[in-house]
């Protein structure tokens, strides 16, 4: 049949099995916006306030998911505001198409009206991008991205079709996915070899990241966990994909990780990393971490390897096709004076925060909201102390129940990310965590929200300050709070009104329950409840940059 090119993008996303598409229209894509129109009925187009919200929106829509995140955007200042998503997106190893349109290819280069080179602004954050310059070849390349975002470790590619490339016609023929079927090398040979060494330890410990999740590899991992007898701990990347009540789970590992995890790690005759990459979060100094450990390093990306830490040994492949082949391998074991040793640290060492009745604490925000949103609840965080405090306190038990920027760290991720959530995942309650100043960045998806009724819960730890950043004052410099100090006169529950949203403020536990109740219960649209919490809680433990477990603070 003959097409034109937006009606070819449209009908390549649904032989993808796109179903829904963030985006904000403009000039260069309105064509794009035609074609959307005529296919409504078979894609979904959310409209956001801002183009990084869409961008966030996309990107947690494949978190909780698993599938490929599609947002859009105009030329120029809509192109660009998309950097950060994709950005956030890439170093998560999200998997994100991002469509933008651009200027007609005559004109390109020609410094025209919001025209930008997107494919060299974004040749760093993507794992590939296109300029499809002729209409023939779209299809094509729509199927490419797609392919090149899920296959090997995922992430986000950019797609920019010049405005008369989405006008042009040409004959389309839709054809069959094709199935990736990635192929890793990995020989009986390389399995027996570390099946051996796990039997031999031992002390041993593995440490997991969110390639477990991305391979879909967790019940592989508690399977070898058990087998083998070996305690796990995981990055922030990796939260629910070993429920946290297994006896062999040891929560957090790094900055802000549990002390008995990091005492473990330090204490390991074998590290056994899969899907992590030791970032500077984990090994907080690599000379020191893990030091009288053998590493084996199990990821799918080569560059990984020896990049962070050295590895006394590695296979590079996937979490689950590792998993699943060295299983038979390795013997059935019990560690009992290690695990022994490991639980006394649990017991003596691990920090328990004390709860109060007359203010909110934060730990005790996290567990009130763990406690009723359910199994099913999903968190979504924005970026700071909120962030790490959900991370140690929500209790996650599945995968994809805990979704946050990891390695970009953005601020304002969440409100989007959010969205994004609750339509991949419509009969789950989501909460986003967020602070006073996360929230500030991107509030005014909350008008999306409200539009799409969607029941999202935001929940703003209030401390009226930047608070890790303040955290860092105190303890580094001397408590110069210098532009830390907010002091902002916005009132959230008029704010969340006039956007036409429900809003409480608490500053209770008692009253926090209350209302949290009432706000899951309430399915017409978006609540925003305001916890006003202490300026000088910490987030604790903390190793200091450069630091290794045994400088932790930890009171």
Request: with cysteine.
């Amino acid at each position: 049949m003959r097409l034109n090119g937006s009606q070819i993008l449209c009908e390549t996303l649904i032989e993808q099995g796109v179903d829904t598409i963030f985006g904000y229209p403009g000039g260069a894509v309105l064509n794009i916006y035609d074609a959307l129109y005529q296919y409504s009925d078979r894609i979904r187009h959310i409209l956001t306030a801002h183009e990084q919200g869409a961008a966030h929106a996309a990107d947690g829509y494949a978190r909780a998911t698993g599938k490929v995140g599609v947002c859009l955007a105009t030329s120029g200042p809509g192109a660009t505001n998309l950097v950060t998503g994709i950005a956030t997106a890439y170093m998560d190893s999200i998997p994100m198409i991002a469509i933008t349109g651009n200027v007609g290819v005559p004109l390109i280069g020609k410094d025209s009206f919001q025209e930008v080179y997107i494919a060299g602004i974004t040749m760093p954050i993507t794992k590939h991008n296109f300029v499809v310059n002729h209409v023939e070849d779209l299809a094509d390349t729509v199927r490419e991205a797609f392919r090149i975002a899920q296959s090997g470790r995922p992430g986000p590619v950019l797609i920019d079709i010049p405005k008369d490339v989405t006008a042009a016609m040409c004959e389309f023929e839709n054809k069959p996915v094709e199935s990736i079927e990635e192929v890793y090398d990995v020989s009986e040979d390389d399995l027996k070899r570390i099946a051996a060494e796990i039997n031999a330890a031992e002390c041993p410990v593995i440490y997991y990241g969110g390639g477990i999740i991305s391979s879909h590899a967790c019940q592989d991992l508690v399977a070898l966990m058990h087998k083998a007898d070996i305690p796990a701990t995981g990055s922030m990347m990796s939260i629910g994909s070993v429920p946290p009540d297994d006896p062999l789970y040891l929560g957090m590992i790094g900055m802000h990780g549990k002390v008995s995890a990091g005492w473990a790690v330090d204490r390991a005759d074998l590290l056994l990393s899969i899907g992590a990459r030791f970032s500077d979060r984990v090994a907080t100094n690599p000379n020191r971490f893990a030091p009288d450990a053998r590493i084996i390093h199990i990821d799918i990306d080569a560059a990984e390897i020896n990049k962070n830490m050295p590895a006394d040994d590695f296979l590079v492949t996937d979490a689950k096709t590792f998993l699943s082949g060295v299983l038979p391998y390795v013997k059935e074991a019990k560690h009992t004076a290690w695990r022994a040793q490991i639980e006394n640290w649990q017991k003596t060492l691990d920090y328990k925060p004390a709860d109060a009745e007359d203010c909110l604490r934060p730990h005790q925000i996290i567990q009130i909201c763990a406690e009723l949103g359910g199994d099913d609840l999903i968190f979504v965080t924005d970026v700071g102390q909120h962030q790490m405090w959900a991370a140690q306190y929500c209790g996650r038990r599945h995968s994809r129940q805990f979704i946050s920027s990891g390695g970009l760290g953005t601020m304002g991720f969440g409100y989007g990310a959010a969205m994004g959530t609750k339509f991949a995942q419509p009969d789950k309650p989501v909460i986003h965590i967020t602070g006073d100043g996360s929230f500030h960045m991107n509030l005014n998806e909350l008008c999306t929200s409200v539009t799409y009724g969607l029941p999202i819960v935001t929940v703003i730890m209030n401390n009226q300050v930047l608070g890790m950043v303040r955290q860092w004052q105190t303890m580094f410099y001397d408590k110069r709070y210098s532009a830390t100090t907010l002091d902002r006169k916005t009132d959230y529950v008029k704010l969340a009104e006039a956007f036409g949203a429900q809003g409480f403020r608490c500053t209770t536990p008692a009253e926090f329950r209350e209302v949290l109740a009432k706000a899951l219960a309430h399915q017409g649209g978006p609540t925003v409840i305001e916890c006003v919490i202490d300026r000088d809680e910490r987030v604790l433990p903390m190793i200091a940059p450069g630091g290794d477990i045994r400088n932790i603070v930890a009171d």
